[in-house]
Antibody, heavy 121, light 108 residues
Framework: QLQLQESGPGLVKPSETLSLTCTVSGGSISSSSHYWGWIRQPPGKGLEWIGSTYYSGTTYYNASLKSRVTISADTSKNKFSLKLSSVTAADTAVYYC?????????????WGQGTLVTVSS | SYELTQPPSVSVSPGQTASVTCSGDKLGDKYASWYQQKPGQSPVLVIYEDTKRPSGIPERFSGSNSGNTATLTISGTQAMDEADYYCQAWDSSTALWVFGAGTKVTVL
């Protein structure tokens, strides 16, 4: 059974870089059938797609965050990571990692439990 | 950029049918997915590729997509279906994922 687990600091200072890792178990991030993505949800608000990476290493980013986001994968450790630079209070959110099927619609079929990241001094 | 529009809220009586819409330019030419999210929990996929239900999702959940609107229908709504529902599409022209703002379904 596929499981995803987010990890990283729960508190980040303004202007610093938010770094999170998603550890995947029960499946390989090298699979040619899947994308691996990050989605966030500010408190009381909706879901916002941040970006995704494909097994080939190709990355896709939300245009509104593209200048600050880097997603990378470590296939040897079966993990993928998110870095978001120059954070502000507006980046406070629950951050989810998720797997998407490379198919019609590219839907996210498996999600991590999410991790709350607060941006505050 | 591509946008998906959902109503903020939908109310339904127990046992009745709830319909949640998701609108976007030529959405019918893309594939819509739907996610259910209950308070404090991660989203759960309930519909993918417009009409398909993942294993374990009750048959009362169904979907359709045509023209500019995708619809999630919950037949015989139960109290446990009270949640936020998000539509999602993949914009092939930009290779980017898009979520709607979400609809809170309240079972009165």
């Amino acid at each position: 059974q596929l499981q995803l687990q987010e990890s990283g600091p729960g508190l980040v200072k303004p202007s610093e870089t938010l770094s999170l890792t998603c550890t995947v178990s029960g499946g390989s991030i090298s699979s040619s059938s899947h994308y691996w993505g990050w989605i966030r949800q500010p408190p009381g608000k909706g879901l916002e797609w941040i970006g995704s990476t494909y097994y080939s290493g190709t990355t896709y980013y939300n245009a509104s965050l593209k200048s600050r986001v880097t997603i990378s994968a470590d296939t040897s450790k079966n993990k993928f990571s998110l870095k978001l630079s120059s954070v502000t209070a507006a980046d406070t959110a629950v951050y989810y990692c998720a797997r998407a099927y490379d198919s019609k619609g590219n839907f996210f079929d498996t999600w991590g439990q999410g991790t709350l990241v607060t941006v505050s001094s | 950029s591509y946008e998906l529009t959902q109503p903020p809220s939908v109310s339904v009586s127990p046992g009745q049918t709830a319909s949640v819409t998701c609108s976007g330019d030529k959405l019918g030419d893309k594939y819509a997915s739907w996610y259910q999210q209950k308070p404090g929990q991660s989203p759960v996929l309930v519909i993918y590729e417009d009409t398909k239900r993942p294993s374990g999702i009750p048959e009362r959940f169904s979907g359709s997509n045509s023209g500019n609107t995708a619809t999630l229908t919950i037949s015989g709504t139960q109290a446990m279906d009270e949640a936020d529902y998000y539509c999602q599409a993949w914009d092939s022209s930009t290779a980017l994922w898009v979520f709607g703002a979400g609809t809170k379904v309240t079972v009165l």
